[in-house]
């Protein structure tokens, strides 16, 4: 049995020929998700094996089979998507200004309303901005952890290490200048993030 010297190529390929009834431009979105996904995982796993990162994504039948019924397509005889088939498929959806709407507005938000549930919510909001970057298929797997670090990890930080320390935010400066200029870091990286995107 030949063994393939990319079999990266080969689960891709594929899953093009399974999904060869999509739309180009759904096709091609298809694999680029595939693409980045396999990207991503082989990143925060390199001991893993690339054959199973390849299954659990899962059979190039199921996800092509998904991708066609997302699309209101058949796919005759082809089994129906499991869970590890869709994720790929369903990520990207969401618009990228959103997250970066989300992780730029939980400071002001915090800011404007300073007492619960100001905080709470400015929370929940960096939170959920950032997962929302994190799954998106609009950045690479380097910008999502870029734009994570500078919109919401080290903000939050910052902001925590000097609310303990002694003399309140940042010894020296005032509460609101300290506030804008964390905010200039964050709506900062946010169009950076928005200029580097993929369409």
Same mark, same amino acid.
């Given at each position: 049995?030949?063994? =393939?010297?990319?079999?990266?190529?080969?689960?891709?390929?594929?899953?093009?020929?399974? $999904?060869?009834?999509?739309?180009?431009?759904?096709?091609?979105?298809?694999?680029?998700?595939?693409?980045?996904?396999?990207?991503?995982?082989?990143?925060?796993?390199? /001991?893993?094996?690339?054959?199973?990162?390849?299954?659990?994504?899962?059979?190039?039948?199921?996800?092509?089979?998904?991708?066609?019924?997302?699309?209101?397509?058949?796919?005759?005889?082809?089994? =129906?998507?499991?869970?590890?088939?869709?994720?790929?498929?369903?990520?990207?959806?969401?618009?990228?200004?959103?997250?970066?709407?989300?992780?730029?507005?939980?400071? *002001?938000?915090?800011?404007?309303?300073? /007492?619960?549930?100001? *905080?709470?919510?400015?929370?929940?909001?960096?939170?959920?901005?950032?997962?929302?970057?994190?799954? =998106?298929?609009?950045?690479?797997?380097?910008?999502?952890?870029?734009?994570?670090?500078?919109?919401?990890?080290?903000?939050?930080?910052?902001?925590?290490?000097?609310?303990?320390?002694?003399?309140?935010?940042?010894?020296?400066?005032? $509460?609101?200048?300290?506030?804008?200029?964390?905010?200039?870091?964050? $709506?900062?990286?946010?169009?950076?993030?928005?200029?580097?995107?993929?369409?």
């Amino acid at each position: 049995m030949k063994i =393939s010297a990319d079999p990266v190529r080969d689960y891709l390929a594929a899953v093009e020929r399974e $999904a060869s009834t999509l739309p180009a431009d759904r096709r091609q979105e298809l694999l680029a998700d595939l693409a980045e996904h396999i990207e991503v995982t082989r990143a925060e796993r390199p /001991d893993a094996a690339i054959g199973e990162v390849l299954a659990a994504l899962g059979d190039p039948r199921t996800i092509a089979a998904t991708a066609l019924s997302e699309a209101g397509g058949r796919a005759a005889g082809a089994p =129906s998507g499991s869970g590890a088939a869709t994720t790929p498929a369903r990520r990207g959806k969401v618009h990228p200004l959103v997250p970066l709407a989300l992780l730029t507005f939980s400071l *002001p938000f915090i800011m404007v309303f300073p /007492d619960l549930p100001g *905080p709470l919510f400015g929370v929940l909001f960096r939170i959920v901005g950032a997962v929302l970057l994190c799954t =998106s298929v609009h950045w690479t797997g380097v910008q999502k952890t870029t734009g994570v670090l500078l919109t919401a990890v080290g903000p939050s930080v910052v902001i925590a290490t000097s609310n303990l320390s002694d003399g309140g935010p940042a010894a020296g400066i005032p $509460a609101f200048l300290f506030n804008l200029g964390m905010l200039a870091v964050v $709506a900062g990286s946010a169009a950076w993030l928005w200029r580097a995107r993929r369409v």
